[in-house]
């Protein structure tokens, strides 16, 4: 249960110390994570206010990388947190997701890693069930397409390595990023995310197509074989 002391109201709060006048002020990265939250869960408890329930949540949740993934059940399991919060919270996640798709595909190459990397992040990390996806890229490294391809456990026997140089023909693609999620959190690369790795590399290999990068991503990041020196 959450610890209830006396907290000033945050409208009784100096106005230039107030979460939303000081994100307005001076932008969002000034704000601390439970600001943040604070400005998304609008309203305290009664003793409890906005801020102080935010930090309480994201300590007893372990920070923003878990609440994100919670459902609504357990999200609104948090006294404070109900229905309504739940929906603002996923709101402004969706916008984020469809902000980031769209910088990916306006048609620009993707000259920068982080960017894909926090699109993919932003795709996969929330996910309850791991899924394999692909992001194809043009000869210019532009994103022609980002499909999901096989959900469940992800290994050679769900993602064949035929279906993917079958898909990446169909779409002339000459580049692809790998990318895949791990459920529990952990984000680094098992052997049998390697073993699958080399196996589509080589396949892709025989039609001069480069894998630039495979993913592992987890809710609080990814793991870049890239960055790992796993790519073959």
């Known amino acids: ?12 709060w100096p106005r230039a110390e107030r979460p939303r006048e000081r994100l307005l002020t001076h932008g969002p ?4 994570d439970a600001e943040l939250l604070a400005i998304v869960i609008a309203r305290g408890l009664a003793g409890l206010d906005a801020v102080a329930l935010a930090r309480e949540v994201l300590h007893e949740c372990g920070g923003f ?23 603002a919270l996923q709101a402004g996640l969706e916008i984020s ?7 990916m595909f306006a048609g620009d190459p993707v000259t920068d890693a982080g960017a894909a990397r926090r699109f993919l992040t932003a795709e ?35 993602v ?24 529990s ?3 680094e690369p098992s052997s049998a995310d390697q073993h699958l790795t080399r196996r589509l590399s080589e396949a892709l290999r025989l039609i001069d197509v480069r894998v630039l990068d495979h993913l592992v991503v987890t ?14």
């Open 185 to 187: 959190g952990v984000a």
């Open 97 to 103: 997701r469809r902000a980031l798709r769209d910088a």
């Open 160 to 183: 064949h390595p035929r279906e993917i140089v079958k898909r990446v023909l169909e779409l002339n693609a000459a580049a692809v990023i790998f990318a895949h999620n791990h459920p």
């Open 1 to 12: 249960m959450l610890d209830k002391e006396v907290y000033m109201s945050i409208k009784h």
């Open 65 to 87: 990388a878990r609440l994100v993934t919670l459902d609504q059940r357990r999200f609104c399991h948090y006294p404070g947190l109900g229905t309504a919060k739940f929906a």
């Open 29 to 32: 990265a000034v704000l601390s």
């Open 219 to 232: 809710a609080a990041g990814a793991a870049s074989f890239a960055d790992l020196g796993l790519l073959t």
């Open 124 to 158: 996969l990390g929330h996910r309850q069930r791991e899924a394999f996806c692909v992001l194809f890229l043009d000869t210019r490294h532009r994103v022609i397409a980002f499909e999901t391809l096989s959900e469940g456990t992800i290994d050679s026997a769900t």
